[in-house]
T-cell receptor, first 112, second 111 residues
Framework: DAMVIQNPRYQVTQFGKPVTLSCSQT?????MYWYQQKSSQAPKLLFHYYDKDFNNEADTPDNFQSRRPNTSFCFLDIRSPGLGDAAMYLC???????????FGPGTRLTVT | RKEVEQDPGPFNVPEGATVAFNCTYSNSASQSFFWYRQDCRKEPKLLMSVYSSGNEDGRFTAQLNRASQYISLLIRDSKLSDSATYLCVVNLGTGGFKTIFGAGTRLFVKA
């Protein structure tokens, strides 16, 4: 049974058109993360929530925002996607900050 | 210096070979350590957590040397299905929490 679910699996958006990616978890984990991964590169942490506490990485562009309305769901909003934002977006969860992370299958974003 | 560095790879090995992956980290305050496996166009999957005492899971053995700030992963009797990218992951823990992935080492196991 899927424990970290991401929707949609594939998303095509136009340059500058806002897009929202979603993540849900059945693990009841405290921490949820969003990563960006481009081809042949390691995942890059964008931000994470520890419960309702939002933590942004210093180099995450302002174009990326996140919401966590409850324990189970977390959203990634890209306000004005550029061609450089085309990537795989991975959601992960962990019980606490130093624990192992469990990843969803990712959403592959294409920007046209 | 990168915060987490791995062997650049790729590694090309025959079936049955033993292969070792190395990873170094720069921040001595790092608290937890993991190896993940990532198949092409898939999400990373946890392979092993890494403990100071070392840990083993079947053909896989992980070691941590805090003094040298070094982590290793050994795969014995490699299988075709072991072909993947292996990612070293370090958590800085509480306070200035940060998760850092190494760039990954690609492994190709051939028949």
């Amino acid at each position: 049974d899927a424990m970290v679910i991401q929707n949609p699996r594939y998303q095509v958006t136009q340059f500058g058109k806002p897009v929202t990616l979603s993540c849900s978890q059945t693990l009841n984990h405290n921490v949820m993360y969003w990563y960006q991964q481009k081809s042949s590169q390691a995942p890059k942490l964008l931000f994470h929530y520890y419960d309702k506490d939002f933590n942004n990485e210093a180099d995450t562009p302002d174009n990326f925002q996140s919401r966590r309305p409850n324990t189970s769901f977390c959203f990634l909003d890209i306000r004005s996607p550029g061609l450089g934002d085309a990537a795989m977006y991975l959601c992960a969860t962990s019980r606490d900050k130093t624990y192992e992370q469990y990843f969803g299958p990712g959403t592959r974003l294409t920007v046209t | 210096r990168k915060e987490v560095e791995q062997d650049p790879g790729p590694f090309n090995v025959p079936e049955g070979a033993t292969v070792a992956f190395n990873c170094t980290y720069s921040n001595s305050a790092s608290q937890s350590f993991f190896w993940y496996r990532q198949d092409c166009r898939k999400e990373p999957k946890l392979l092993m957590s890494v403990y100071s005492s070392g840990n083993e899971d079947g053909r896989f053995t992980a070691q941590l040397n805090r003094a040298s700030q070094y982590i290793s992963l050994l795969i014995r009797d490699s299988k075709l299905s072991d072909s993947a990218t292996y990612l070293c992951v370090v958590n800085l823990g509480t306070g200035g929490f940060k998760t850092i992935f190494g760039a990954g080492t690609r492994l190709f196991v051939k028949a």
